[in-house]
């Protein structure tokens, strides 16, 4: 979903009905597809601040409400963060999903048929399979 903005009954029923979605989230689309091309593994956190409207057990989304929850949520975070650093080591295996190795076969012109300019485009994110 494109946000900011909140889901309709109708949507917000899509998606846990139709589509099976536990989460929905505005921003994950974006980010996971260039984290792919990039060769980077991507995992999202998702820290929720409404129910949408789904929930029978709850009122419309209110804002005051999501901002003091995003506001926790936030807190929350900063600690997730602080525990990355000991998680992180030098040395990096091989990912078992191939996030290391998405584009290994994603350029497909000719070494010799391939624009020198483009290339020099690419070789910020491509350079391992660019050669």
């Not at 989304?61 to 997730?80: E, F, H, M, P, S």
């Not at 624009?115 to 050669?131: E, M, S, T």
């Amino acid at each position: 979903m494109e946000g900011p903005q909140f889901s309709t009954l109708a949507e917000s029923r899509m998606y846990r009905e139709v589509w099976g979605a536990d989460v929905i989230g505005m921003t994950n689309m974006p980010e996971a597809k260039l984290a792919r091309e990039a060769e980077l593994c991507y995992a999202s956190v998702a820290m929720i601040t409404d129910y949408d409207s789904w929930h029978p057990d709850h009122g419309e989304v209110d804002v005051t409400k999501i901002i003091a929850t995003l506001t926790g949520n936030a807190d929350k975070a900063r600690g997730l963060i602080s525990h990355l650093p000991g998680l992180l080591t030098d040395t990096r295996d091989p990912c078992p999903h191939g996030c290391d190795r998405a584009l290994e076969f994603a350029l497909m012109t000719a070494p010799e048929k391939r624009d020198p300019a483009l290339l020099a485009k690419l070789d910020a994110v491509a350079a391992r399979v660019l050669g």
